[in-house]
């Protein structure tokens, strides 16, 4: 099955170079383009993408914001990476809070950049963990709605959570804790229903935020 991929940069040639790279793949296919995050939404409801390549900085709607939009308003939203030019920019930390099953650099290697659009593809996060557990100590906990699902998490949930935010697969976290994957998978399904994230990124940050886990 072909990967539909909606392109998303106010700059020209940075949408052009993408698109080469994309399109010269079998499996994928850039089937829109848009120059802002204001023509985001429409474009994701007229062509239905499975993954969206978004610009975190644009002038007028910025991919945060579009990023939220997507998800709160678009029904069975597709996958969306954040492409931004710093690792520890604050716009990363915010979309990845507002959605965003990732992020990527614009300086990353064309073959790095297509293996993170099939894996967001296929329901995977691409979790980076030095750069979130960097944001999260610059943000500190927030605080707040971090109890009620703490005590809800069992011991082995909480062991599970800690592995994820050091960036472990599932085959890691289950060949560390001594377990079968399918168990580790049912584990990641309890901890995102019980946390109500919509995947391990969102998980990770919302344990940073409410002091689950500690950067430190």
Request: glycine fraction near 8%.
């Amino acid at each position: 099955m072909t990967i539909k991929v909606l392109l998303v940069d106010d700059e020209r040639l940075i949408r052009a170079g993408l698109a080469a790279i994309i399109d010269a793949e079998d499996d994928l296919a850039v089937v829109g383009e848009a120059s802002d995050g204001t023509e985001v939404p429409g474009e994701v409801r007229r062509l239905r993408p499975d993954v969206v390549l978004m610009d975190v900085r644009m002038p007028r709607l910025d991919g945060i914001q579009a990023t939220r939009h997507i998800i709160a308003t678009v029904p069975e939203p597709p996958r969306i990476i954040v492409v931004t030019t710093f690792e520890n920019d604050e716009y990363v930390y915010d979309a990845l809070k507002a959605g965003a099953n990732g992020f990527l650099l614009k300086r990353t290697r064309p073959e790095e950049i297509l293996q993170a659009i099939r894996m967001v593809a296929h329901g995977e996060s691409l979790l980076f963990p030095a750069a979130i557990r960097e944001l999260a100590g610059r943000h500190g906990p927030s605080g707040g709605g971090g109890a009620a699902w703490h005590g809800r998490l069992t011991e082995r949930e909480g062991d599970v959570l800690r592995l994820m935010a050091k960036g472990h697969s599932n085959a890691e976290i289950a060949r560390e804790l001594f377990v079968s994957p399918q168990t580790v998978k049912t584990h990641v399904g309890n901890i995102l229903a019980k946390m109500q994230a919509r995947d391990r990124t969102q998980a990770v940050i919302f344990a940073y935020e409410t002091a689950f886990i500690t950067p430190g």
